[in-house]
C-alpha cells in the first residue's frame, strides 16, 4: 500500500538547520511531484516548498529546499536558518495531474518541528 513517512524533525535551536526526510513506498515515485506542507497550532496549511512551478509562503523563501532521490526513493526538505515561527508540524505531499482526470495526492503523517532556545 501507499505510505509517506517522514522523519528528522526535533528540536532545533534558531539560526540552526535541519533536514526532514520522507521514505516513499507503494507508488511510482518518478510519476509525481513532491510538496512539503506546514501546520502550525491555530493556522491554516501551507506549501512551503514544491517541485512544480507554484508560491510557496513568503516566511521561507530562501531558506528552505526541496530535493529527490529517485533511486530511495525519498523526498527531503533542507532548512535552513530557522526562527521560532518555523514551528510546525511537517507534512510530504505527493501529487500526480491528470490532464482531464482528477488529481492524485498521497500525504505523509508528519514530523514535528519545533524551533526554540
Known amino acids: 500500500q501507499v505510505q509517506l513517512v517522514e522523519s528528522g524533525g526535533g528540536l532545533v535551536q534558531p539560526g540552526g538547520s535541519l533536514r526532514l526526510s520522507c521514505a516513499t513506498s507503494g507508488f511510482i515515485f518518478n510519476d509525481f511531484a513532491m510538496r512539503w506542507f506546514r501546520q502550525a497550532p491555530g493556522k491554516e496549511r501551507e506549501l512551503v516548498a514544491t517541485e512544480e512551478i507554484a508560491d510557496i509562503a513568503d516566511s521561507v523563501k530562501g531558506r528552505f529546499h526541496i530535493f529527490r532521490d529517485n533511486s530511495e526513493p525519498t523526498v527531503y526538505l533542507q532548512m535552513d536558518s530557522l526562527k521560532q515561527e518555523d514551528t510546525a508540524v511537517y507534512y510530504c505531499?505527493?501529487?500526480?495531474?491528470?490532464?482531464?482526470?482528477?488529481?492524485?495526492?498521497?500525504w505523509g503523517q508528519g514530523t514535528q518541528v519545533t524551533v526554540s532556545s
Open positions: 505531499n505527493a501529487r500526480r495531474r491528470l490532464v482531464g482526470v482528477s488529481d492524485i495526492d498521497f
